[in-house]
């Protein structure tokens, strides 16, 4: 019942039951049966965290962490950001060609809610001593925790993130097409060869420009600045580290919005966090955990 319910809706789930079992479970007790294990599995993880277990995914090897956000539709609030993050060894990722990465198995968390216990969850993952790499937009408050309790990793602002600003900055100041590419292409090249200081330049030196264009510059090179250590992304491949943070937009897809963005899911945000935690524990490849805690409560 769990197993299904988290992978359809639970009307599905119900119609799915009875074709397999050929008995009859309502979608409301399979719905009922989901909150209640997704919460067993909550308040374990926040009885380990308050007695300051952790969970190594690390070891000796290199590890990445990646963290970021995404939206789901909540009856109290609409929409509310859950966040998600996804753990992996370096030796799981492998390049399958220039435009595609395979990663083979990863250990995911997601809350939703306040930035601080979502982080707690995260420490539950990560060894301090640890060899790790942190790929990330450029939102203050992780880089500002990544800073704090792990001084020793690589701090790594997604790329992608870094061109986007770009482009965006690009948009609003040059009118001509031609000219906003071939500039844009420019910059992204000197991006991919540890040029930061040389794209900052270049921002610089375009003087003309609207109100907006003006404070689009200083919002860019304030980013920028704040984060142009972690935008060493020559350096970074060389040393054949990723650069983008498209598996952690993967996981949102993949942990998240396959089952709680569908048509018609509206989430109370208790009931949202159980079902986040269900798909967690299948997608981390952990879902002995789960029957571990009914063969306990049976």
Not at 45 to 68: E, H, W
Not at 72 to 90: P, Q
Not at 199 to 215: D, L
Not at 261 to 284: C, F, P
Request: charge should be positive; glycine fraction near 6%.
């Amino acid at each position: 019942m769990c197993f299904l319910g988290q992978q359809m809706v639970f009307e599905e789930a119900e119609q799915t039951l009875a074709l397999l079992l050929g008995g009859k479970v309502s979608a409301k007790q399979i719905e009922r049966v989901c909150h209640y294990y997704g919460q067993q599995f909550e308040d374990d993880l926040q009885q380990s965290i308050d007695k300051g277990g952790a969970i190594s995914v690390v070891g000796n090897k290199c590890c990445y962490a990646m963290l970021d956000g995404g939206m789901i539709f909540t009856r109290e609030e609409k929409w509310k950001e859950m966040k998600v993050a996804r753990f992996f060894d370096r030796q799981d990722h492998v390049n399958v060609s220039r435009e595609r990465n395979y990663i083979g198995d990863s250990i995911y968390a997601a809350h939703l809610g306040d930035h601080r216990a979502f982080l707690k969850k995260v420490e539950h993952h990560l060894d301090k001593k640890g060899n790790v790499v942190f790929i990330a937009d450029g939102a203050r408050w992780i880089w500002k925790w990544v800073e704090a309790m792990y001084p020793e990793s690589t701090q790594i602002l997604d790329f992608y993130h870094a061109k986007q600003h770009l482009c965006q900055y690009a948009e609003i100041a040059m009118r001509e097409k031609k000219q906003r590419e071939k500039w844009l292409g420019e910059q992204t090249l000197l991006l991919l060869d540890d040029g930061i200081e040389s794209v900052m330049e270049n921002i610089m030196a375009i003087k003309r420009g609207s109100r907006k264009a003006r404070n689009e510059k200083e919002k860019i090179l304030q980013y920028y600045t704040e984060n142009k250590e972690r935008m060493k992304y020559k350096t970074y491949r060389e040393n054949s580290l990723m650069i983008g943070s498209g598996p952690i937009e993967a996981a949102h897809r993949n942990v998240i919005q396959q089952r709680m963005k569908l048509s018609g899911q509206r989430w109370t945000r208790k009931g949202a966090q159980q079902m986040a935690n269900l798909r967690v524990l299948n997608k981390s490849k952990q879902w002995a955990k789960l029957i571990d805690f009914i063969e306990m409560a049976a």
